[in-house]
């Protein structure tokens, strides 16, 4: 595609849900990203994909989170039981390699609200 | 770690005036990347600019420049003739150089609210 693509656009969940928020990166890009952007956390990294692969999940906020990405394509992020305090928009990027400063491209972003 | 500050919160500029939003950061590392996005009310971030620090000429793309100061740890970002569509959020950003296990991660600022007044 022309660029990175997320769904769904915007998210309402009850707290305790799970959802799962999707991302497509742009074609032959192998690297992957998930950024999460909150009003008190400002804009906090959270895990990266080379190929299918995602060497530190360090960056996960606790082991509600998870994430995996198939194909070296799409990738899937899932918040179970979700808390108010995973309200937030939560970010997609990738970029053509890992490292060497490659530029990361955003997607439009997925905003999660959980009542 | 490293920590990237933004210590101008909002910022307003008159159409076609020049404007520069300040950006400051800490590492240890001798090689890294710096970039400034803009992130418009659409929510995508939008690379603006990008800097390696290894250069020392600044980095120019059209109406937008930077002011890179390694020894002070300063990266400003210069606008000129600013236009309406200017208006948005922008982002410093700090990435280390290689591909060991955190070295393509970003690390944003707080940000800045520029807006561009008519």
């Known amino acids: 595609g022309a660029g990175v693509s997320q769904s769904p656009s915007n998210k309402v969940t009850e707290k305790g849900k799970d959802v799962e928020l999707r991302c497509d990166p742009i074609?032959?890009?192998?690297?992957l990203y998930w950024y999460r952007q909150s009003l008190g956390q400002g804009l906090e990294f959270l895990i990266y994909?080379?190929?299918?692969?995602?060497?530190?999940k360090s960056g996960l906020p606790s082991d509600r989170f998870s994430a995996e990405r198939t194909g070296g394509s799409v990738s899937t992020l899932t918040i179970q039981r979700t808390q108010q305090e995973d309200s937030a928009v939560y970010l997609c990027?990738?970029?053509?390699?890992?490292?060497?400063?490659?530029?990361?491209?955003f997607g439009p972003g997925t905003r999660l609200l959980v009542l | 770690a490293q920590t990237v500050t933004q210590s101008q919160p909002e910022m307003s500029v008159q159409e076609a005036e020049t404007v520069t939003l300040s950006c400051t950061y800490d590492?240890?590392?001798?090689?890294?990347?710096l970039f400034w996005y803009k992130q418009p009310p659409s929510r995508q971030m939008i690379l603006v600019i990008r800097?390696?620090?290894?250069?020392?000429q600044n980095a120019t793309e059209n109406r937008f420049s930077v002011n890179f100061q390694k020894a002070a740890k300063s990266f400003s970002l210069k606008i000129s003739d600013s236009q309406l569509g200017d208006t948005a959020m922008y982002f410093c950003?700090?990435?280390?150089?290689?591909?060991?296990?955190?070295?393509?991660?970003?690390?944003f600022g707080e940000g800045t609210q520029l807006t561009v007044n008519p």
């Open positions: 990027a990738s970029s053509l390699s890992l490292g060497g400063g490659e530029t990361q491209y």
């Open positions: 074609s032959g890009h192998t690297a």
């Open positions: 994909f080379q190929g299918n692969s995602a060497p530190d």
């Open positions: 590492t240890s590392e001798s090689n890294y990347y």
């Open positions: 800097q390696e620090a290894y250069k020392q």
């Open positions: 950003a700090f990435m280390k150089h290689g591909r060991e296990t955190s070295g393509s991660r970003l690390t």
